[in-house]
């Protein structure tokens, strides 16, 4: 058994969930802030057999690897006009971070 | 020193850091969400002498432990009639998914 | 690769964090309340490399390490008088619980 420690962007997070449940990992979400990543992150709690440890990174890689995106203008209504990008820019997104740690013991009451 | 990480069900999360606290366990909660458990859970760090781990996990289990709970019906005032159990049911309750984790080392400060 | 999880009081996290940032290290907090301090807390996960961590922990100490301060007395507005104090008190502030977690394997995406 070990404990898959990740740390994903809140964005990913559904994304996540949904695709570990799929394959019958079973996560705990501790809600977090800040640090290896820049904006709002949820770490995730993922016990899994020794065997599964690779099945899971993948589906971790999958679905928060860091990318770009393209971000459409947009028209800066009360903004700030000064700050208005008026082109389509790339912006990255996405990114986890991913501690594999051992387990002594797992129990479930 | 071992590190317990412990994911219980909110309803438990009283129940358990009063019994922790009786016995001279000292416990963190992180507030955590889904998973391992259905319904709202909490996590639980607890740090413990090696030759405390057993006495740890028994009051986890005795505390959190799955168990069945007979509901007695509502009457559905405002809710929808169609999903109206008009007798006691049994619901499952509790539960908890342990991890012990090895420490490498231990500091207070 | 070793995972150093702190719990420290909420009053220092600010501190602590830019302390971390500043050398170059990278935090996630988790909201987390009771136990091992006693008011509200934050826990820190660091990942660092094996050679870092006397550094990380030294910084840890520094920022949050357990203190006395002297707390003015506060007149009490509205409050209840029977509690008040009227000379100035030391209280005890800050400390930290750490534990340093090996870490089997460690990637970022
Ligand atoms: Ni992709
Ligand atoms: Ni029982
Ligand atoms: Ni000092």
């Known amino acids: 058994m070990k404990l898959i420690m990740a740390v994903i962007q809140d964005k990913d997070s ?30 995730f709690l993922i016990g899994v ?16 690897h860091s990318r770009e995106q393209i971000v459409a203008p947009i028209s800066p209504m009360g903004g700030n006009a000064d700050s208005y990008v008026p082109y389509p820019v790339e912006v990255q997104v996405g990114g986890a971070t991913v501690f594999v740690l051992p387990v002594e013991q797992f129990e479930q009451f």
């Open 14 to 43: 559904t994304r996540l969930s949904d695709a570990l449940m799929k394959a019958n990992f079973r996560a705990t979400k501790l809600s977090s802030t800040g640090g290896f990543l820049k904006s709002g992150n949820t770490t």
């Open 49 to 64: 057999d020794e065997g599964a440890v690779d099945e899971a990174m993948a589906i971790i890689k999958d679905n928060c």
